[in-house]
């Protein structure tokens, strides 16, 4: 009786079909990959650049002042903007503005018709103006504002995604701080609310602590001044300057310590931090604000005390540990 034989693909033909599945697999994905790398890349030259990022106005009562921002269209492609402005609050602990929903400015002239959408052509430039007036009855007070241009992109201009709506893509922003007074020059208000540190400090760590200050003027100020920690003999172990942050009108800070640049570095800020290999009894913190003539402005000093904690609790642990051992062995009995 003859069997028939059924046959099998061989494992040759199985591989080259996988190869050929996967080379086509690979293809697709090729072009599928291109093409989105090339809408993204369509997307990204639709760039702006924006001069300048941050101002500082005064403005007098009874005056007028125009401002100008320079938004540079360095795209391929003529581009729309639309302009808005907004209150900025600055951060506790950095002062950076914070963007809010508001807007309560009260001497921007031709509001309505400064926030209309402009067009910027390829390569062009386009002066933004923003004008004040200022009544002669206003008070002392600084606002700071943050102005933003959004780009808008028609949907026709976005390949097959999204194309019925228009969508806003891509944000630049410029800082304006403007401060209305009739004076020449203002009083320095800076003042220290307080030191943040630990009061008691382990002896085999460092000391930290953050001087929080506030400006208690209406003009914006440089922070300046110095740090200092003294032993319990009245020795100075620790002495830093305080890096010249900037601190608002009516806001408050955290203080920070200023590391010295170099022809090549410039200067940085980092932490109030003293780490020596082993601290011992009460240490002062001093610190001072000077104002623009060098003379004082305020002092705050807090005491911290070091104690070895780690050290203490390591003998006790030792000593409990021996204490409960020989109580152990007096009331294990011995074996005759």
């Known amino acids: 009786m003859t069997r028939a034989i059924k046959r099998h693909p ?36 639709f760039s702006m650049i924006i001069s300048p990022t941050a101002a500082y106005l005064k403005i007098k009562p009874g005056t007028e002042a125009t401002h100008t921002v320079t938004i540079t269209n360095n795209s391929a492609k003529e581009i729309t903007v639309t ?37 910027i052509k390829a390569g ?11 009544p002669e009855d206003a008070s002392d007070k600084e ?4 102005l933003l241009f959004s780009k808008v992109i028609e949907g026709s201009e976005q390949g097959t995604v999204n194309l019925v709506q228009p969508k806003l893509f891509g944000v630049v922003g410029s800082n304006i701080v403007v401060l209305i007074s009739n004076a020449e020059t203002l009083p320095n208000g800076l003042r220290i609310l307080d030191v943040k540190s630990s009061p008691w400090v382990d002896s085999l ?16 100020v440089q922070a300046s001044g110095s740090a200092q920690i003294t032993d ?3 020795k100075t172990v620790f002495s830093t300057q305080v890096y010249p942050d900037v601190v608002l009108g009516g806001q408050k800070r955290t203080a920070r310590a200023l590391i010295p640049g170099d022809v090549t570095t410039p200067p940085q800020p980092t932490e109030f931090t003293y780490n020596p290999i082993f601290l011992l009894g009460p240490y002062k913190i001093n610190i001072t604000l000077f104002d623009e003539q060098g ?24 000593v409990l540990g021996v204490i409960l051992a020989r109580k152990f062995r007096k009331q294990t009995p011995t074996a005759e």
């Open 10 to 45: 061989s494992r040759r033909n199985v591989l080259r079909s996988f190869r050929v599945l996967l080379l086509l697999v690979s293809i697709f994905l090729f072009l599928f990959n291109g093409t989105f790398l090339h809408q993204i890349q369509a997307e990204n030259r």
């Open 83 to 119: 302009p808005r402005i907004f209150d900025s609050k600055p951060a506790d602990d950095t002062s950076f503005p914070q963007l809010q929903t508001t807007f309560s400015f009260p001497y921007l002239t031709d509001q309505a018709q400064g926030l209309q959408p402009f067009t």
């Open 124 to 134: 062009e430039s386009y002066e933004y103006k923003l004008h004040f007036a200022v």
């Open 143 to 146: 606002y700071p504002l943050t």
């Open 205 to 220: 760590r460092s000391i930290h602590f953050r001087p929080i200050v506030f400006n208690q003027g209406v003009q914006t």
């Open 232 to 234: 319990m003999f009245h």
């Open 295 to 318: 003379n004082t402005l305020h002092s705050y000093t807090k005491t911290a005390f070091a104690l070895p904690y780690a050290i203490i609790i390591a003998l006790l642990t030792t």
